[in-house]
């Protein structure tokens, strides 16, 4: 198997604040191989996101801060880049979208200059050319009068449209990892179908890996790979998609799982995992699940599991497995 | 288009509010006690020659009808004729008027050109010795008063380090030809570069003294804007497409944080227009505030109309020229 396009190993991103310092990402490694779909799954506040903009080092600093780990990049790493080299990386080798189409594209400029500006930066082209190549690009996204839309501003379409344009801004320099934090979660479901249908394309197409970070498991069902299962900062299960969705093994991902409404049995009361997910760095030992698992036993609560295969290409942080 | 019409309309919308403006002018000006013919002739004066008077200026004639034979002169263009120095005023008022618009401009240049840039370098480099220094130099100059200010300043740099001159618009004993009363372009047009610096010498401190205010202000409201604009998705977009740090501040976040900076920019032009009264009395500069002020000494009724007339409908365009601004430079507004 050829290099993998990112090995993300123990990263530690911490952030400092008044109350102290807290460890959103603690020790999470990820690896996302070439013209792969990675899902990383999890509830609000695991550190999904965190992970996704470590990568880009587009945590806000202060507060946030790696402290720890590696993310290598093509077999580089970019915790010990540059701004300069990461300047280069970012939009035109890795590219990002972002949850929020409706307020991720700059109103006051247009979508063909917003586009262009990317292009110019890392292809080095004048402005029309970056222009020619962003008409292009919508309409590789599916955007109708590709040629109208570049000289309108983000507040005259609609935010699928937007979320077209993102991912058209991202694809614009063929990156060869696109990290999507949450692209579907802010459109109505038909858009969210329609968007994972590009996406999916993109990735076929021109071989782009996706990063995909969602909270959505149809999202992971439909579109991923592989899945990567994390909680309160940390990888807690990770595997091919029908072995995690089929045969989960850690009780954070079966609890996920259980808590997805079911079409075949008439349930009274939707499955819910008991508890809140914890404030990072507020568990000291053991299991960071082990409040909330039905099966914790004295060991959970002392010990920090391991994350030890269970399967092939399938691994879990749980002593019970 | 639709831009046209707007002006078009706002412009119209001018009438009711300088015709309220005059009728305010106006009735505040008969309110207050003392006689006009009085002031001109003199304590000695005779009392048929004051009666005389009163009714060759129209004094004697009911208010309304005084109201509106001024607001047919207005519609002429006409401003009437000073009481003190018999000249029209719409000649007399030009000079003056050049120089405060000259010295607002320099120091509002002054005040946006470094307001702006210290709240941007503020907000880019947060919580840094220079956004603190930034903010203590701000705080200060809103706290200065402008007369002791202006004072300072001629004490130190014109008193102290002869620097630079103090009074008035330029040497007076070395004048060249008024053509448009602005004494940078008169200097210009007379192709005098001596001269030419010597008016802006004579600009630098009264310039600083009126835009030390607005300049604080500014630059307050621009670090805060910018703050806010720091923080949203969009310039966490920008970066993510490779964008170097000044490309992401002065392109992507500036323009977003420029609407609240410009509102603030068109009301202190037009306050400065009106109210360099201090500053010009400091720096014996020549300018509308000054020519109000010894009007209002003179009870020279038909100068104090108009002056606070035009300085009215200057302010009123400069808010105009704010508004279509707005649209530059944020499509979202759209004007119907």
Redesign the interface.
């Known amino acids: 198997m050829s290099q993998p396009v990112l090995e993300i190993e123990n990263l530690q991103t911490h952030f400092f604040t008044d109350r102290g310092q807290i460890p959103a990402v603690d020790g999470v490694t990820i690896t996302v191989n070439k013209g792969e779909v990675l899902g990383i799954v999890g509830e609000s506040g695991c550190g999904k996101s965190v992970t996704s903009l470590s990568v880009m080092k587009l945590v806000p600093n202060p507060p946030g801060k790696i402290v720890g780990g590696s993310i290598k990049f093509k077999g580089e790493d970019l915790v010990l880049a540059s701004e300069k080299r990461m300047r280069e990386i970012r939009g035109n080798e890795i590219a990002m979208i972002f949850q929020e189409p409706m307020t991720s594209l700059n109103p006051v400029y247009t979508i063909g200059d917003q586009i262009g500006e990317a292009i110019r930066l890392h292809m080095k082209v004048g402005k029309k050319e970056a222009l020619g190549r962003a008409v292009e690009m919508l309409k590789k996204v599916g955007i109708p009068r590709a040629e109208g839309i570049v000289r309108e501003y983000p507040h005259q379409l609609s935010g699928g449209m937007r979320q077209r344009v993102m991912i058209a801004m991202a694809m614009a320099c063929n990156p060869e990892l696109l990290i999507a934090d949450e692209p579907t979660t802010a459109l109505d479901v038909t858009i969210q179908a329609q968007i994972l249908d590009l996406m999916r394309h993109v990735n076929k197409e021109s071989g782009t890996a996706i990063l995909l970070i969602t909270h959505d498991l149809g999202v992971v069902a439909e579109m991923c790979h592989r899945v990567v299962v994390m909680y309160a900062g940390n990888v807690v299960e990770e595997g091919d998609v029908r072995t995690i969705l089929k045969e989960p093994k850690h009780p954070y991902t079966i609890g996920l799982l259980n808590s997805l409404p079911k079409l075949e049995v008439s349930q009274e009361r939707l499955y819910s995992i008991p508890g809140n997910v914890p404030i990072p760095g507020s568990i000291q030992m053991g299991c960071r699940f082990s409040p909330r698992c039905e099966q914790a036993d004295d060991k959970c609560r002392t010990q920090m599991p391991e994350l030890k295969t269970v399967g092939a290409n399938h691994r879990a942080r749980c002593w019970m497995t | 288009m639709a831009l046209l019409a707007y002006t078009i309309r706002r412009l119209l919308m001018l009438i009711p509010v300088l015709l309220g403006m005059s009728l305010i002018v106006f009735a505040i000006i008969h309110a207050i006690p003392g006689d006009p013919a009085l002031t001109i002739l003199g304590e000695k004066a005779s009392p048929q020659a004051l009666a005389d008077l009163r009714e060759q200026l129209g004094l004697n004639n009911p208010w309304y009808m005084q109201y509106f034979h001024y607001l047919g002169n207005l519609l002429k263009g006409d401003l009437g004729v000073s009481l003190h120095s018999k000249a029209p005023i719409t000649v007399e008022m030009g000079p003056y008027l050049a120089a405060t618009i000259e010295l607002t401009l320099v120091s509002m240049l002054f005040a946006v050109f470094i307001g702006v840039n210290a709240g941007i370098i503020s907000a880019w480099k947060q919580n840094s010795w220079f956004d603190y220094t930034c903010m203590l130099i701000a705080l200060i100059g809103v706290s200065m008063p402008v007369f002791w200010l202006g004072l300072m300043e001629q004490w130190v740099f014109a008193q102290e380090l002869k620097w630079l001159p103090s009074i008035g618009r330029d040497n007076p004993r070395d004048p060249v030809a008024e053509i448009t009363h602005f004494y940078i372009i008169d200097s210009i047009l007379a192709g005098r570069w001596d001269h030419f610096r010597d008016v802006v010498e004579h600009l630098i401190l009264p310039g600083i003294a009126l835009g030390t205010i607005p300049m604080a202000i500014i630059a307050r409201i621009t670090r805060s804007s910018m703050l806010e604009v720091m923080r949203?998705?969009?310039i966490?977009?920008?970066?993510?497409?490779?964008?170097?740090q000044f490309f992401v501040v002065y392109k992507?976040a500036l323009?977003?944080a420029l609407i609240p900076v410009l509102t603030i920019v068109g009301v202190q032009v037009g306050l400065l227009i009106g109210g360099a009264v201090l500053t010009e009395t400091i720096f014996g500069w020549p300018g509308v505030g000054r020519y109000i002020y010894t009007a209002i000494g003179n009870r020279d009724y038909p100068v104090i109309q108009s002056g606070i007339l035009v300085i009215a409908t200057i302010f009123v365009l400069i808010n105009l020229v704010v508004d279509l601004l707005y649209a530059y430079?944020?499509?979202?507004i759209k004007y119907r």
């Open positions: 949203s998705d969009y966490r977009t920008a970066r993510a497409k490779g964008l170097g992507h323009k977003n430079v944020d499509p979202r």
